[in-house]
């Protein structure tokens, strides 16, 4: 092996120093330490800067961040003129009306001042330098300074031997009712994605209806029944009607029922006159009003299909004031019925033509896909069992008349019915593919009414059918599924650990900490449910955490209605109509038509000299318009809970714990907003 050389051997050589002079004063001197320095690559030397160099980096940098404060500045300022216009027109008589439910409104106030009171006084032991939780906690009576001193060591015992532990044992509860709940929304997911993967869809095997006129093959199409129940709808009845009237069935084969609840004799005169108006031009359509308007929708309901012309049906439709279905409707969904004696209902999707229009309908568009996209059409394939939405959907007038027919006896009629014809064998059928459209409420006055009483009926309803849910004849899967599923996880479970973990646990963990919550229940699990939540929109995808901090707020009405209606408190029976904006406009469906059809095939057959008495009535209407004050309202107990959980969050900075006071300090300034009335549009 040859001998290794020296000169690559020894590293540190050097060789004999070198001065190099210039006389010219713009070259720098070098030295050179050794014989190969002058061919090593120099090191990085911070190079000499002109002075007006270094100013122009301060001005261009100082510029910038005047203009970021200036922009922070800008949006501060217009939102607090937003916030200051709103609340100008806070009414005194407008805040929100606790009636008979003010029981949980009360349970908050007291929870806020006791919250209150340990945050002083927890204030004051820390800032006389008294942090006990990671060190021991002094008994000796030597090491207690002053009577405060003693108090404060009797609250910590107090608070760890006899408070901590149940606190801890709730919350351990609620995270498993979480847990549950959160496995059966993947689960329903997983189910929607094999759906899509396998294709799998009701499907018509053959052409039920002949291709030519409809007018000349009439005797082939069933006899159906349309129903508008509608009740003070000002805003959406003329869209509606015009809708109904224009769906494309034999004249001879349908009738039209609008079946008006409207207490107000002019809303009564216009719904008569627009009847009147389709009458002439060879619809058939007749308008029934109630002169004793019992049971809300359901006795509406109940009462029009008592007539005796209604034996002649084999098929009710139903459509609310707000919906406006295509014209193709029932020839996408009466073929179902063929050759299935079994199937009792045939359920549409619902499409929003307002779901843009502001923040709050944004997120009711998250839950609501979410709603149709998965629970419904999961529920449909593998249960042929869902709830009924009430509307844009096709009954067998047969599977009512066996299911006992509408009932009065709660506000979700249309569950009501559903649960009845499930336990009767009837099935099911969801079509995702077929939409109606019609609009979310814009303010948060008539969402939370709304929600109300979606969460306060099932109640009233699972109390009233648990006894014919048990001794039905269906399976025992059934059986099992309507209770634990239907039921109590998505209609009571849901509620009530929503609100008791995340607007009562967690605060008050945060003045117990012996019985703080892992991040990952109020972080990690509730961001990848949002996501699952937010998939059938992906649209909607940054609006996810606006999404989580809303649904937070709303679980305070959605507990509050829960327990209302298991317990037959407060307003449980009481049904308020939802308030409609008319956005659903002709416009905007033929709009809709135009850009679904070829140009030269309409789905809605409307022709010029309809269209322009449609631009002439909308001129009439712009020009009798009178400029309504809107006011806001005050929701009492989102506000108490905003300051409870911003008060928790004020203690959790004094602990130092980081994820906990930003969810804290967000979901409280959402509570805030919503219960100044500041999200949505404002009610006239």
């Known amino acids: 092996m040859a001998p290794r050389s020296d000169l690559w051997a020894k590293e540190t050589r050097k060789g004999t120093p070198v001065v ?56 501060f300022l217009s939102l607090l003129g937003s916030v200051k216009t ?11 009306r606790l009636g008979r439910d003010r029981w949980l409104f009360s349970a908050i106030k007291l929870f806020l001042a006791a919250s209150l009171s340990v945050l002083v006084f927890e204030c004051i032991a820390y800032y006389r330098g008294w942090h006990y939780f990671n060190s021991p906690i002094p008994t000796s009576k030597l090491e207690i300074q002053s009577l405060f001193h003693l108090l404060y060591l009797g609250w910590l015992s107090l608070r760890a031997n006899y408070i901590a532990p149940p606190v801890k ?9 979480f847990l549950v709940q959160s496995v059966d929304r993947l689960i329903l997911c997983l189910g929607c994605f094999w759906i899509k993967y396998k294709k799998i869809k009701p499907r018509i095997h053959q052409e039920p209806f002949p291709n030519d006129d409809v007018e000349g093959s009439g005797s082939e199409y069933p006899m159906v029944l349309v129903q508008i129940p509608m009740c003070n709808e000002r805003e959406v009845y003329e869209q509606s009607i015009s809708a109904v009237c224009q769906l494309d069935w034999p004249k001879d ?3 039209i029922q609008v079946l008006d609840d409207s207490d107000d004799g002019s809303i009564q005169e216009l719904i008569r006159d627009e009847v009147t108006k389709w009458s002439t031009k060879g619809v058939n359509i007749i308008y029934r009003h109630r002169l004793v308007r019992t049971g809300y929708k359901a006795g509406n309901l109940k009462s029009a299909m008592s007539c005796d012309y209604v034996e002649a049906y084999e098929f009710v439709a139903i459509f609310d004031a707000d919906f406006q279905p295509n014209s193709d409707f029932l020839k996408l969904t009466v073929p179902h019925f063929k050759e299935k004696p079994e ?9 929003f033509v307002n779901k843009d229009e502001n923040l709050l309908t944004r997120l009711q568009n998250i839950n609501l896909c979410f709603h149709f996209e998965v629970e419904q059409q999961v529920n449909g394939v593998f249960l042929n069992f869902f709830g009924f939405n009430g509307t844009a959907g096709v009954w067998r007038i047969k599977a009512l008349e066996e299911s006992g027919g509408w009932l009065e006896r709660t506000t979700v009629e249309d569950m009501d019915i559903a649960v009845r014809a499930h336990l009767h064998g009837w099935k099911f059928i969801y079509l995702n593919d077929v939409k109606v459209l019609c609009e979310v409420p814009e303010s948060y006055e008539a969402y939370k009414k709304q929600q109300h009483r979606w969460h306060s009926g099932p109640m009233q309803l699972f109390r009233l059918c648990l006894g014919s849910i048990l001794t039905s004849k269906i399976a025992m899967w059934k059986k099992a599924n309507l209770i634990l599923l239907f039921f109590l996880l998505r209609k009571l479970i849901l509620p009530f650990y929503s609100f008791t973990l995340f607007c009562v646990i967690l605060p008050i963990t945060m003045f117990v900490p012996e019985a703080e919550l892992p991040v990952w229940v109020i972080c990690y699990v509730p961001i990848f449910m949002s996501l699952l939540n ?24 959605k507990f509050n209605a829960m327990v209302s209606g298991l317990f037959q408190l407060g307003s449980s029976y009481e049904w308020i109509v939802t308030k409609k904006a008319g956005r659903s406009s002709e416009s905007d469906l033929l709009g809709l038509t135009d850009k679904r059809m070829p140009p030269n095939q309409m789905q809605r057959g409307v022709s010029d000299s309809e269209l322009l008495e449609i631009s002439q009535v909308e001129e009439q209407k712009k020009k009798q318009t009178v400029a309504v004050k809107k ?26 714990q980081g994820v906990h006071f930003y969810f804290l300090l967000f979901q409280g300034l959402t509570f805030l907003l919503v219960g100044l009335d500041l999200i949505g549009e404002q009610m006239t």
């Open 534 to 557: 937010i998939l059938p929109a992906p649209k909607s995808f940054p609006f996810i955490v606006p999404y989580l901090l809303f649904e937070n707020t709303m679980s305070v009405t």
């Open 169 to 177: 044992a709730l919350s351990n509860f609620c995270i498993v009712l």
């Open 86 to 96: 709103r609340l100008c027109f806070t009414h005194r008589l407008g805040s929100e």
């Open 343 to 351: 199937l009792g209902l045939v359920q549409a999707r619902w499409a």
């Open 253 to 255: 084969r349908m009738l």
């Open 631 to 656: 006011t806001n309202k005050i929701f009492h107990k989102e506000l108490a809970l905003a300051f409870l959980l911003l008060t928790a969050a004020v203690r959790s900075l004094l602990a130092s």
């Open 20 to 75: 190099v002079k210039m006389e010219n004063p713009n070259y720098s001197i070098v030295e050179v330490d050794e014989p190969d320095g002058a061919f090593r690559p120099m090191e990085r030397r911070s190079r000499g800067k002109n002075v007006k160099q270094v100013t122009w980096v301060l001005l261009l940098k100082a510029h910038k961040a005047v203009g970021c404060l200036t922009w922070l500045a800008t949006v």
